[in-house]
């Protein structure tokens, strides 16, 4: 798998965690760019789930977030 065009030691942590992910489903090369992708779309998901839970917390007004928000907003997905 390529790495990025940074050197080894200024690669981020969450690009080399993408990378060995891949790697352990089988996918031994790709473009830098696909695990670019993938860690927006990652990013992206967490943050709408996270947004969804804090509304179904305030909802049952709660002040804080717990399990049963985070699973209900990954359902409502």
């Known amino acids: 798998m390529e790495d990025t065009p940074n050197k080894p030691e200024e690669t981020p942590r969450d ?9 352990s489903h ?6 830098p760019s696909v695990i ?5 779309f990652s990013h ?5 789930v996270m947004q ?4 179904y917390a305030e909802h049952a007004k ?3 977030i717990d399990m049963d928000d985070v699973r209900l907003a990954i359902q409502g997905r």
């Not at 690009?15 to 790697?23: C, D, E, P, S, V």
């Not at 992206?44 to 709408?48: A, C, K, Q, S």
């Not at 969804?52 to 509304?55: E, P, R, S, T």
């Open 36 to 40: 670019n992708q993938l860690l927006e």
């Open 52 to 55: 969804d839970a804090l509304v």
């Open 15 to 23: 690009y080399k965690i993408m990378a060995l992910l891949l790697q």
């Open 44 to 48: 992206r998901y967490t943050v709408d």
């Open 26 to 31: 089988g996918i031994a090369d790709c473009d």
């Open 62 to 64: 709660k002040t804080d």
